[in-house]
């Protein structure tokens, strides 16, 4: 379909460094050091005395130990092996055995922001770079929405799940039970707007039943027809977002948002956090509660199916076979491709 033709290991490599990533919860990083992992680095959040999240290496400058081990003196991390003291932004403040602070002494810093409940880290380089956007996801705060959320650890690649959510087909087969009627029909064709830096897909459905859930929730007859608008965007490496809006005649549409965040903790291994948000009956815990009872069991199979997928491909390669479902993906992979080799991270290059 490119005129490329893909291995199954193209699917296996590094993530690129200059985006943003999500890493923790705002609400779980205080006045406590805490240790986390992404992108194959080993990195210690704390807040600072005026309330700013901080990010250095976790590895002291002295001797390989863990800064996240240590303790905090005000806004400094005092190292808990022998006491080298570093500021929020890594320079080394002080040692306890000498005045003279050695040359080198220092550890890497992050860039920080917090958005949507979440802190994001900049992975690339300071120097010379000014971070991206971060991707905006007005409903995970805005008024008239309604969150659930959950986590999973996946041991798969991040373009494992980057390729899955460009497909949401998959889903009648892989979960047939919660698939809407209108995912059991012939899809019709799909649009593809691909960026430099992102991939929007979008499908219009004929109207169609709406599943019991959601009919219950809108309080409409189950047998009543609802045009679907589907809409797919791959926002960076680390943001996937689904749009799931159904139309009655003449009426606004019933928004669902599925976020997908993605955070390659390693090569073989990610982080995913979703998020479910609704402009419908959002003040109800019942659609809550049915959409964490359906989408849990939901994420947990997606996330076996892809370690199955990423054993197979920790153990055998062949030439792969692709469809026109798989255009989304197929773009996704030029996109992380292209984002490789600007940062000399490309496997594939000759
Ligand atoms: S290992 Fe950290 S100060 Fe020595």
Not at 84 to 103: K, M, N, W
Not at 200 to 206: A, I, K
Not at 293 to 320: C, I, K, V, W
Request: proline share 6%.
């Amino acid at each position: 379909m490119t005129g490329r033709r893909h291995t199954h290991s193209s699917l296996v490599g590094p993530a690129p460094q200059r985006c943003w990533y999500p890493v923790a919860a705002a609400a779980d990083v205080g006045r406590s050091l805490q240790r986390i992992e992404a992108l194959g680095q080993d990195i210690v959040l704390f807040r600072t005395l005026d309330g700013a999240v901080a990010a250095l290496e976790d590895c002291c400058a002295h001797r390989p130990y863990p800064l996240s081990l240590g303790r905090l003196s005000a806004d400094a991390v005092v190292c808990g092996l022998c006491g080298f003291e570093y500021g929020s932004t890594g320079h080394c403040l002080g040692v306890p055995t000498q005045d003279r602070i050695p040359a080198g002494a220092s550890v890497r810093s992050f860039i920080v922001r917090e958005q949507h409940g979440t802190v994001w880290l900049w992975f690339g380089e300071r120097a010379n770079q000014r971070p991206s956007a971060l991707p905006k996801l007005g409903w995970l705060d805005a008024t008239g929405w309604n969150t659930v959320s959950g986590a999973r650890t996946v041991a798969a690649n991040y373009l494992l799940l980057h390729e899955s959510f460009a497909d949401v087909t998959k889903i009648a087969v892989l979960a047939p039970d919660i698939a809407p009627y209108v995912l059991r029909t012939t899809p019709p064709p799909l649009d593809v707007v691909v960026t430099e830096t992102t991939v929007s897909l979008e499908r219009r459905y004929p109207p169609t039943q709406l599943p019991a859930w959601q009919a219950e929730a809108l309080g409409v007859d189950d047998t009543a027809l609802f045009v679907h608008e589907q809409q797919g965007h791959f926002r960076s490496p680390a943001v996937w977002v689904d749009h799931w809006d159904v139309v009655a005649a003449d009426e606004a549409p019933s928004r669902l948002r599925f976020s997908h965040f993605v955070t390659p903790v390693d090569e073989r291994t990610t982080r995913l956090g979703w998020w479910i948000s609704r402009d419908f009956a959002t003040d109800t815990n019942i659609t809550s509660r049915r959409l964490i009872d359906m989408f849990t069991p939901y994420y947990n199979s997606l996330g076996a199916a892809l370690e199955r997928s990423q054993l197979l491909l920790d153990r055998r390669d062949r030439h792969e076979v692709n469809v026109s479902a798989d255009v989304a993906a197929l773009r996704v992979r030029e996109i992380v491709r292209a984002m490789l080799s600007e940062e000399g991270l490309d496997r594939s290059a000759p």
